[in-house]
């Protein structure tokens, strides 16, 4: 089971680049650790012996804004830390091929000061020549799965999903683990591509929500109201999952370790000073997750059940709100690594 | 005025991937030329004292599918020269930003044996870091001018096109002058880009039509009995101008002279062996120019006029016919340049 289904294309009212916010506050709260660990560990002048291309990717890239402003901020933290007017940065954006690389190209910034390109393809995999990228960033991308565990929609497993479509909420603990699986699988792919692409001595860092997808809870009970009114078959619930894992400090750490080309430069847990994190409301809340989901909701449901399903949700407001108070707090997971 | 307006996007009946068999005849025709000059002068070992990656581009690329068998042979024959399995090759695919790099993306062949990127923007400028292309591919694009000089809207101007939409036809030599004019400004442009890109004995090869476009006289035509029967302002064809000028050999020698960077390995005038070619059908060729200028006659005209148009030059399949057997000769212009 395929699960590309890119964030909302264009620039309509549910799209993902008209409603990135959250993800664009979890991006500014990155930037100070960003600066730090670049300015800590990156050394240019052992990385570019003989050259003066500096080589950016930024990993499941979506259609922007986003993009383009950690980009840019890792660009100016190179320049301010080196004042070499010599370098020249190539940023290479990169996410599935069902990506709208059209409306990403189109909206790349005019007064950029790095050549631009986009490349096609799941981070799961082999994107570049070996030891050609310096830098690689990734936001909001590695709790992606590259396909839902099986055992998920065997009704004679013990990890099947009944009537839920996540693990959040789900009492058996062999859910969680099934998700948990595919997560260091796919990572396994993920460092074994970039242990091979990035130069000795170059840098990664990723960033990942922490919290939030609890909230994929509301949704389901949307779609399980659905299924009480007798609109929609319980086995097409049954069957949906949402490809998503968020990874803790344990999960990244193992991987990383396994793999064996990177060394850990830092790894924690922060939450953005952000009051437009801090104070978003219900209704910003689900519509910055259906500019996300919509796709992967339309795709299982079809159009019609998935928009029932978000506007239903979008109904439940005040209990999303009272939730968001008792339980949410932005969190992400900040990671910077450097290939030995 | 902006000229940028690519092929037919996707892949519908007038779409530029499903009708471009006469570019593909073409590119087959230049096929054995481009391995000769790689096997006699691209020295991979001067140009990569110290690495394994080679970098192509393919400047104009449009949609596909040509672009990913021009490409295909030259990694071919760059592997059958060397036979050195550590070679990787790395591919940017580039275009103007409006072009449709969704479906070029969609449709990348999934064998291929290189790293795909897409790089938007025009060849007329800057697209890639100093001396990080080791070569480059342009077929059937240079002749598209980057716009259309204004003596030719000037009705003052002694270059005034009126009644036609192109210079094929004029008799007036002032507006074959501005075409070149412009022409040759863009190729400066052009190559000052390119010699800075293309690394020290890296090439370049340029394929570029040398006949075929005296037919926009039918379409030219064609607008003229709307604009005869009322339905179309005079004034609407007096100001198009298709902006394509079709170089020759002494065009093109003149502007890499003056740029100084590339010696020219070979230039000459070719005739596809191909009895697609030969024996194309006036309907063919017909459809085969609506997939390449309908995007700019609906820019210009809108599209009920442009369908019109088209459709009428259809009509006068007999006529063109004829012409066709009297004047049209498919011949290209090949250039292999190396970076001095």
Known sequence: MSTFFPMNNGDAVYSYSRNSQIQREILDGAKEMMKEAIIKNLDIKSILPSSNKFHITDLGCS???????????????VKDKYHDNNLEFQVFFNDHVTNDFNT??????????????GVPGSFHGRLFPSRSIHFAHCSCAIHWLSKIPKELLDTNSPAWNKGLIHYAGASNVEIVNAYAAQFEKDMEMFFNARAEEIVPRGMMVLISPFSGWDSLNFLGSSLMDLVNEGMLDESLVDSFNVPIYLPSPDDITKVVEKNGCF?????????????????????????????????????????KIAEEAFTRTILKNKEISAWMKANYKACQLFLALKRK
């Open 63 to 77: 259609i922007g804004p986003n993009t383009f402003t950690s980009i840019q901020h890792v660009v100016q933290v």
């Open 104 to 117: 990403l190209f189109r909206s790349l910034p005019v007064d950029r000061s790095y050549y631009a390109s």
């Open 263 to 303: 060394s850990i430069e830092n790894i924690e847990l922060t939450y953005p000073q952000s009051k437009l994190v801090d104070e978003v409301d219900a209704n910003t809340f689900i519509i910055n997750l259906r500019a996300v989901l919509e796709g992967l909701f339309i795709n299982h449901f079809g159009s």
